[in-house]
Structure formats: C-alpha cells, structure tokens
C-alpha cells in the first residue's frame, strides 16, 4: 500500500514524539526524587517551607537517661532504641551554597574544621536526640578528611561521606592525607557513599533541596535510619560482626550536676575565625555564637547570618562549645592539602553558661578519647549536658569574647 508522503511524514513524527516522550519518562522516573512523604528518603524540603514535626515521645515521662555522648537526659523509649546502634558520623559542608544544611540540630556533637580553602566542614555525631527521629535527611554530605578520622576513631562509629582524600596508591595525594587509607587501615566502620554503601542507594542527590540552584557537589543527602540500616547489614549494631560493643573502650567525658553552672570570665558573645590571613574572603566563614540566657544555649551565625537547621527552620543551640586550638600544616601536595594535629595536646577555651574558661586538651592516641581539663586547677572539665559544638582552630588565632 502506498501511502502519500504527507502522511508518512505524520506517522513518522507521532512515533518520534512517543520516543521522546517515553525517554523522558524513564529519566523521570530513574533520577528525579520521589514524590515527597514524612517518612521517604528521598523527600525534598524546600527552604521556604517548615515541615510540622510530630513530638518524638509522651512528653509526661520522665527524661532520667543519661546519653553518653552529652549528657543530656532523655526518655527510657529513646533509650531503647540508640542501645540498639552506635553512634553515627556524617561529614557535612559548610560552603555558602551548601547553607542552610539539614539535620545539624539533631546531632549530640559536632566537630568543625577547614577542609580546603578556609571553608570549613563539619563531622555530625548522631545517636541520642535522634533515636525517635524519622528518616531524617542529613546534608549536604562531603568527603573525608583524616583529621576526622582520627576523630571518629574515638567513637567506633558509623562513618559517613562521599570519597575522600586519598586512596593507598594515589600518588597525588601526602601519604600524611591520605583519609580513604587510613579508613580501610584502621577498618573504620565506612558508609562511603563512593564505595560499597552506594550500592544500598543509601544517599541521593536532591538538586531541589534549597530554594535555588547549586553546583552538583552540593546536592548528595542521606537519610538517618537508611544510613543504619545499612550498617546493620554489614553487621554493624550497637555491637560489631564480632559481638564487641562500639562502646567497650569509650569514655564518657564527665558532666555538671543538675543546677550547676560553669564559673568564669563573661562570654555572651564569642566571635572566630579560621583562616586570619585572608579577611575578604573569610568573612563568610566567620563564626558568631550569642548566648541566650533563656535557653542556657549558644547560638550559632556564620557569615553573618544566623545558622538553622533546614528540616526544621530552627536556629542552631549549644549547650557547650569549645575552640580547641590545633597546629595546622599546608601540605605541598596537588590539592593542598591540610593537617590538623588532634592527637597531642593544646589549648582551647570553653564557652558554657555565658562564661568562658581556659582549658588544655589531650588525646594519647587515634582511638583514645579527647579529654578536657580546667587549665587553673588541671581538673577534667565538667560540660553542659546539651548539644555540644568543638570548633577545631588554628594554633594562634584568636578568639573574642566579652
């Protein structure tokens, strides 16, 4: 049958536009988050928008348990369930376009360093305050550094990231550096979203998590209870695959009686920075923490600009933060990068109750755990039950508070 061009050419453009449009579904369908729910892993949150939160537990019981990590007090339900795990450590950005970074204001600890160029990253620990949390999302998630590693030996913990400096063999990289050797050396507990925890699909880029567009690095999520989920297929529990406890060798740091409260110079404003020498561009990166006498809490600005939480709009609160000064080494490698020496000791300052007291701090080894102690009396500092921040500082920087 001979059909007239015109309709060969209509027959010809339908089947195309099926073909486009069939392609464009499976791309849809393959790399575009789900359709967002409470509880979905790749749910997207947008910064305009405050997702309503339902309470974790009854708030009538009793808060009479004692979270190792901090000290804070929670239910026996919680209890119950961060029994069941061990601590988790996500490393998450802090450049401008990375802000405002979801799922800090769960944490019980943070640590923060600079990982290249003067822009700082944290190390999130989570175990207690999250343990009745939803799936929650935690990002923007980023790459390792083995000053966090030597961190995270301290805690036996889930260790999560995305790559990470150095490989064994790569010759680009100071063997000093070198996070991703150490971390298969030492048998960190990894969840490398580049290695075997990103076959699990674990993690997910969510490019609409903010309300504008940023560079691709920017955008990797993961999600809590997956991230354990994943652990526990591998064996890691509150227990490892040989039935040792994550907390056999931990020690707890020690804590304040209720209604007790740190003495001390006034410090209701604490100002830092972290690379002194470049003010122009540091000044995105300046840390500012005001002390709210309300809440018994620090709150956290960075650049200027107050620091919340994304998931749910709230500011960043601590009941302690500490600046631990730490000699810093430029290596002269490819990618420049640093050392931070956190196995030693040094000197820092505390900053709790609106007052400020010097300190010394010492870590005897990679797996041993960083002590505190008042530099007066030489006594093993008492924190703040509470949310604690510990913001790794150069050696001879200087720190403002008043």
């Not at 069941?84 to 923060?112: C, F, H, K, W």
């Not at 690095?217 to 064996?235: D, I, P, Q, R, V």
């Not at 509150?238 to 740190?262: I, L, R």
Request: proline residues 6%; aromatic residues 10%; contains cysteine.
């Amino acid at each position: 049958m001979n059909l007239p061009k015109r309709t060969i050419f209509i027959i010809l453009g339908c089947i195309g536009l099926l073909a486009v449009s069939a392609g464009l579904s499976y791309l849809a369908f393959k790399y575009l988050p789900a359709p967002s729910s409470p509880s979905s892993k790749t749910s997207a949150i947008s910064a305009n928008i405050t997702p309503t939160r339902k309470p974790k537990v009854d708030p009538s019981l009793p808060k009479n348990q004692v979270c190792p990590l901090n000290g804070a007090l929670f239910t026996t339900p919680e209890k119950n369930v961060w029994d069941t795990r061990r601590p988790l450590a996500v490393m998450i950005e802090n450049s401008v376009d990375a802000r405002p970074q979801s799922g800090l204001g769960d944490a019980d600890v943070i640590y923060e360093a600079v990982a290249e160029g003067g822009i700082t990253r944290f190390m999130a620990l989570y175990y207690c305050n999250a343990a009745l949390d939803d799936n929650i999302t935690l990002a923007p998630v980023r790459s390792a550094r083995i000053y966090f590693v030597d961190l995270v030996s301290e805690y036996d913990a889930l260790y999560t990231h995305v790559g990470g400096a150095g490989n064994c063999d790569d010759p680009n990289v100071d063997p000093r550096a070198k996070a991703l050797c150490a971390i298969q050396k030492y048998n960190i507990k990894d969840l490398d979203e580049m290695g075997r925890a990103g076959d699990f699909n674990t993690c997910h880029r969510l490019a609409n998590r903010l309300d504008h567009a940023v560079a691709y690095e920017h955008t990797m999520a993961c999600f809590l209870n997956a991230l354990y989920a994943t652990g526990a297929k591998w064996g890691w529990t509150n227990v490892d695959q040989n039935g040792v406890p994550w907390d056999k060798n931990f020690v707890s740091w020690k804590f304040m009686a209720p209604g007790t409260k740190a003495t001390g110079s006034p410090a209701t404003t604490v100002s830092y920075a972290f690379w002194q020498t470049n003010p122009s561009f540091q000044s995105d990166y300046n840390v500012f923490w005001a002390y709210d006498a309300a809440t018994d809490t620090y709150v956290r600005s960075n650049g200027g600009k107050q620091s919340i939480d994304l998931n749910t709009g709230d500011p960043l609160r601590f009941k302690t933060v500490i600046v631990e000064f730490a000699k810093e080494t430029q290596l002269d490698d490819l990618e420049k990068h640093l050392l931070y020496n956190v196995i030693g000791t040094g000197k820092g300052i505390a900053f709790m109750n609106g007052t400020a007291t010097q300190i010394t701090w010492s870590k005897l080894s990679r797996t041993s755990r960083t002590l505190f102690y008042d530099a007066t009396s030489g006594k093993q500092l008492l924190l703040n039950p509470g949310p604690i921040w510990i913001s790794i500082v150069p050696t001879g920087n200087t720190v403002n508070y008043q």
